[in-house]
């Protein structure tokens, strides 16, 4: 079961589970929504161990209902139109996409670690690419340090895509497409760049060595790949202690 599918399923029958238990032994609590929220959450926490999800889904499950009673109850005594609850359900969609599906959330690649990539880059002319390349930051400053080089960004969240599209008009050797990384082939590529997570780091190295052509570069922010020994880490020496793992084909 995907973990979506599951998180509503625990939360389903957790929210059933709890209506049952509180029915049974002690119906005031129905009068006291914070803590009848609160079993709620403790039981969908259970059925979300019991189907095998995630440890990190516990603590979402435990505090779902009683934070989203609270933001209402908030929301209501400040006067906020519950309306702006599905405008920020909806920004959040486009930020963060399916991230339940492909397992990689948005975070950035910082300053240092653009210098630490841009120092791994050829001195001929290349062609790099970020999988995944969220604002476009990195490869911005990446397109000024390198005017000699062609960079392309790929990303299939709407609203970064969107952000990167816009703010690297101006870098005539940089472009940003919209879609999945994972059907775009890599063969064209000197350097391919990805800061994803540790989930899909297999699937990764094989779709790289399948399309990689031999003597080019695969750089992977912070995730190694399990079994596989780098050519070279690069440590980048910043305050969360970033590693550039580096595979050469
Ligand atoms: C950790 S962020 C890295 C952003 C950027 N590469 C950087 O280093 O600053 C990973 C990005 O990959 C995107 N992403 C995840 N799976 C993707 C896919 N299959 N196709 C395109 N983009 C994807 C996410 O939306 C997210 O913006």
């Given at each position: 079961m995907s973990p979506l599918r599951t998180a509503l399923v625990a939360q389903l029958l957790g929210g059933a589970i709890a209506a049952s238990l509180i029915q049974i032994a002690?119906?005031?609590?129905?009068?006291?929504p914070l803590i009848a929220a609160a079993v709620q959450g403790l039981c969908a926490a259970l059925v979300s161990d019991k189907l095998g999800g995630a440890k990190w889904w516990l603590i979402i499950h435990l505090g779902f209902l009683p934070a989203a009673l609270s933001v209402g109850r908030l929301g209501s005594g400040l006067g906020i139109d519950p309306a702006w609850y599905f405008v920020c359900f909806v920004a959040l969609l486009l930020i963060f996409w399916r991230t339940d599906k492909s397992q990689v959330p948005l975070y950035l690649s910082n300053a240092a670690t653009a210098s630490a990539l841009a120092a791994l880059l050829p001195e001929a002319a290349c062609r790099v690419v970020d999988l995944g390349c969220g604002d476009g930051g990195l490869l911005r400053k990446l397109a000024a340090r390198r005017p000699d080089c062609s960079f392309v960004g790929i990303e299939h969240a709407p609203l970064p895509w969107l952000w990167a599209r816009l703010a690297s008009?101006?870098?005539?050797?940089l472009t940003i497409r919209y879609g999945d990384f994972w059907r775009l082939r890599l063969d064209p590529f000197d350097v391919v760049y990805a800061f994803l997570s540790p989930v899909p780091m297999p699937h990764l190295i094989a779709k790289a060595r399948s399309e990689m052509r031999s003597g080019t570069l695969l750089v992977s922010n912070s995730f190694a790949v399990p079994g596989i020994k780098p050519e070279l880490s690069v440590a980048v020496g910043d305050r969360r202690d970033t590693i550039l793992y580096c595979y050469r084909w």
């Amino acid at each position: 079961m995907s973990p979506l599918r599951t998180a509503l399923v625990a939360q389903l029958l957790g929210g059933a589970i709890a209506a049952s238990l509180i029915q049974i032994a002690y119906p005031r609590l129905f009068a006291a929504p914070l803590i009848a929220a609160a079993v709620q959450g403790l039981c969908a926490a259970l059925v979300s161990d019991k189907l095998g999800g995630a440890k990190w889904w516990l603590i979402i499950h435990l505090g779902f209902l009683p934070a989203a009673l609270s933001v209402g109850r908030l929301g209501s005594g400040l006067g906020i139109d519950p309306a702006w609850y599905f405008v920020c359900f909806v920004a959040l969609l486009l930020i963060f996409w399916r991230t339940d599906k492909s397992q990689v959330p948005l975070y950035l690649s910082n300053a240092a670690t653009a210098s630490a990539l841009a120092a791994l880059l050829p001195e001929a002319a290349c062609r790099v690419v970020d999988l995944g390349c969220g604002d476009g930051g990195l490869l911005r400053k990446l397109a000024a340090r390198r005017p000699d080089c062609s960079f392309v960004g790929i990303e299939h969240a709407p609203l970064p895509w969107l952000w990167a599209r816009l703010a690297s008009l101006r870098w005539p050797n940089l472009t940003i497409r919209y879609g999945d990384f994972w059907r775009l082939r890599l063969d064209p590529f000197d350097v391919v760049y990805a800061f994803l997570s540790p989930v899909p780091m297999p699937h990764l190295i094989a779709k790289a060595r399948s399309e990689m052509r031999s003597g080019t570069l695969l750089v992977s922010n912070s995730f190694a790949v399990p079994g596989i020994k780098p050519e070279l880490s690069v440590a980048v020496g910043d305050r969360r202690d970033t590693i550039l793992y580096c595979y050469r084909w």
